[in-house]
């Protein structure tokens, strides 16, 4: 039986990706610090292990007494916008704690390494972006995941670490935590309406982006690692269903039932139009049903959240810079 370690595997994505690697048939360890997920979103047959991609001695002690087979690296704290103040923490987590793995990974000699990294990579460039273009990030989240994408092509050619790079968009879903301020917008519309307190956009609403449902992201990260073509190689994943911000936040009332006001604030730093080109995946990768249309996968996430109710708002705690940074996440 081969053997997985999840990182962030009780977060949104990862445990997902746990699901599938179990129905797979693999045995799975979970790594997660409970930062952004939740313990009961890991599945009963999974092992969980809490703790941090920081703690090398921990690392250590799961490559000795697993040999892991695969590593599926999805821990990563992915507040792209918040990135901007909380740079040291950024880095920390989101490239300190890949090379953590990444050693681990060459010393035990693992398979395959399966990174999800993003297409904040591309900066703000022509969409749909494709992954032939040079990544010119713009945000420390960005330049953290293009980071670690530079690492594991030297790791190849230096020690012959195989790994496969996926790069997904604006995933939503069921178990999206719903209570982060700071990310997922549609998680914090649904959250908001079932408040009902009005929808908080930055600008004019007219940025852009596809979003991309759950289901038609998760199972081809898991199964990536039995695509031998794959290896080695970089992915643009998810939707092509291009919407403005505003016109989501329509759409996000309509899948809740209900209607509150929209309230626009200042402008933020971000690109305004973002989302992928997807040949090469559709290319490597048997797509077996048909991606779930935004409005359906909408009604899905509110089903569930009208289900699981409001979470609550957990701000930031360690903000590093607050210059130019929007006056509601200090609130």
């Known amino acids: 039986m081969a053997k997985a370690l999840v990182t962030g595997g009780a977060g949104f994505i990862g445990s997902h990706v746990v ?3 179990l129905a797979m048939g693999m045995e799975v360890v979970v790594l997660d610090d409970l930062s952004g ?15 941090s991609i920081l703690d090398v001695l921990l690392i250590e002690k799961l490559f000795q007494k697993y040999t892991f087979d695969y590593v599926y690296h999805l821990a990563a704290y992915a507040a792209e916008g918040l990135s901007h103040f909380i740079r040291k923490f950024n880095y920390e987590n989101n490239v300190l704690g890949s090379i953590n793995l990444i050693n681990a990974s060459v010393k035990y000699e693992v398979n395959c390494f399966v990174f999800t990294s993003s297409i904040a990579v591309y900066g703000d460039q022509p969409s749909p972006m494709e992954e032939m273009l040079m990544p010119r990030p713009e945000d420390p989240y960005g330049i953290a995941k293009y980071t670690v994408e530079m690492d594991l092509k030297t790791a190849y050619t230096q020690f012959g670490l195989k790994s496969i790079i996926f ?17 997922n917008v549609i ?11 009005p929808l908080t956009i930055y600008g004019d609403g007219s940025q852009s982006r596809a979003f991309s449902y759950i289901d038609d992201v998760a199972p081809y990260i898991a199964q990536s690692v039995e695509n031998l073509m794959a290896y080695n190689q970089v992915f643009n994943i998810g939707g092509d269903e291009v919407c403005s911000v505003k016109t989501l936040a329509q759409y996000c009332m309509e899948a809740m039932g209900e209607t509150v006001s929209i309230q626009y604030l200042p402008p933020r730093n971000e690109v305004s139009h973002a989302f992928a080109n997807h040949l090469k995946w559709l290319q490597f990768f048997k797509i077996s049903q048909a991606p779930t249309t935004l409005k359906e996968g909408l009604k899905r996430m509110a089903d569930w959240a009208k289900v699981n109710g409001v979470m609550e708002n957990q701000p930031f705690e360690n903000i590093e810079l607050i210059k130019n940074i929007p006056q509601n996440w200090l609130s």
């Not at 997920?37 to 703790?51: C, L, P, Q, R, Y």
């Not at 790069?167 to 990310?183: C, K, L, T």
């Open 19 to 21: 699901d599938h690697l």
């Open 167 to 183: 790069r997904p968009h604006n995933v939503y879903g069921e178990r999206q935590h719903i209570g982060d301020s700071y990310r």
């Open 187 to 197: 998680g914090i519309f649904m959250n908001q309406i079932m408040q009902k307190k």
């Open 37 to 51: 997920g939740f313990e009961k979103n890991v599945a009963s047959k999974a092992i969980f292990v809490k703790g």
